[in-house]
C-alpha cells in the first residue's frame, strides 16, 4: 500500500505582479514596450537637442525605424537628422536601413469647461441664478428651536 499524499503545500511568497506577467507568454508586448523604451532613450541623445522632447520612437521593424512626431514642423526636422538617427541606431547595435516617421496628432483639446473652472464664463447664467435662488430659500428658512 502506497503512503497517503499530504494536502499540505509549502508555503510560498505571492509574487510580485510584475513579476507574474513577465514569467508567461502574456508578457510579450509588455516585455516589447519596455525594450522599445530602453531603445528611445540610448537614440534619444543622439538627436539634436530640439527634437530629443518632440519625438519617441514607435517601433523596429528588421532594419526599420518607425518614429512619432506631433506636427509636420518637427516631421521635417526629423527627416533632416535621418542619416544621424540611423548611425546612432548602428552605434547600439541595430541594424536600421530606413526610418519612417509618422506624425500623431497631440492628445484631443481639453474641454472647454475644464480650462476655464475658475474663469467667470465656466458656469451658465443659468446655473448661477438657480445656485443664488438655492441659497436664497436656505438663508429664508431658520432653524426652531424647541
Do not use: Y
Amino acid at each position: 500500500m502506497s503512503e497517503p499524499k499530504s494536502s499540505v503545500r509549502p508555503a510560498s511568497a505571492p509574487k510580485p505582479a510584475l513579476d507574474a506577467v513577465m514569467a508567461d507568454k502574456s508578457g510579450n508586448p509588455l516585455r516589447r514596450a519596455l525594450w522599445l523604451d530602453s531603445l528611445d532613450r540610448q537614440l534619444r541623445p543622439h538627436l539634436p537637442p530640439t527634437l530629443r522632447t518632440r519625438c519617441r520612437l514607435a517601433n523596429v521593424s528588421d532594419e526599420h525605424l518607425v518614429f512619432l512626431v506631433e506636427s509636420p514642423v518637427w516631421h521635417a526636422k526629423l527627416r533632416l537628422a535621418e542619416t544621424q538617427l540611423i548611425d546612432a541606431a548602428r552605434s547600439i547595435g541595430l541594424k536600421a536601413t530606413k526610418v519612417t516617421i509618422k506624425t500623431a496628432s497631440p492628445a484631443p483639446p481639453r474641454s472647454p469647461a475644464l480650462d476655464n473652472q475658475n474663469g467667470p464664463h465656466a458656469v451658465s447664467a443659468a446655473t448661477h441664478k438657480g445656485l443664488r435662488d438655492a441659497l436664497a430659500c436656505l438663508q429664508d428658512t431658520k432653524p426652531s428651536r424647541s
